[in-house]
């Protein structure tokens, strides 16, 4: 008998694939800005400016929220690192919704 998966691993592939949707069309969005010539200085600075602060900001927030998983719930052994994956990929998602978001508003101007 095939088992299915636990609910919290249900939610953090949706949230993988929602990050993945977002991260892609954003590449695809700025390649073909590039591609066109028709990005920004401006936007070409943030491509490269908006990684580093977005992905530490994703790791502190991993780390606080598998640690306080794991200290609510010790003998759980993934409940600490599920709660940090989950909270890593909602950081990341956050900047490219925005991304994509702005990407698309300033496309059509």
Known sequence: MRQSLPLP????????????FEAA????IRTWS???????????RL???EKAPALMNAAIEAWMAGAS??????????GGPMAAMDAWTRAVTRPARA???????????
């Open 9 to 20: 691993a249900t939610g953090l592939a949706a949230g993988f694939a929602q990050l993945w």
């Open 47 to 49: 491509m490269v400016d």
């Open 69 to 78: 998983a794991a200290l609510r719930n010790p003998l759980d052994p993934f």
């Open 25 to 28: 069309t954003v590449m695809a």
């Open 99 to 109: 991304n994509r978001r702005r990407l698309i508003r300033n496309a059509y101007r």
């Open 34 to 44: 590039l591609y066109l010539n028709t990005a920004t200085p401006a936007e070409r």
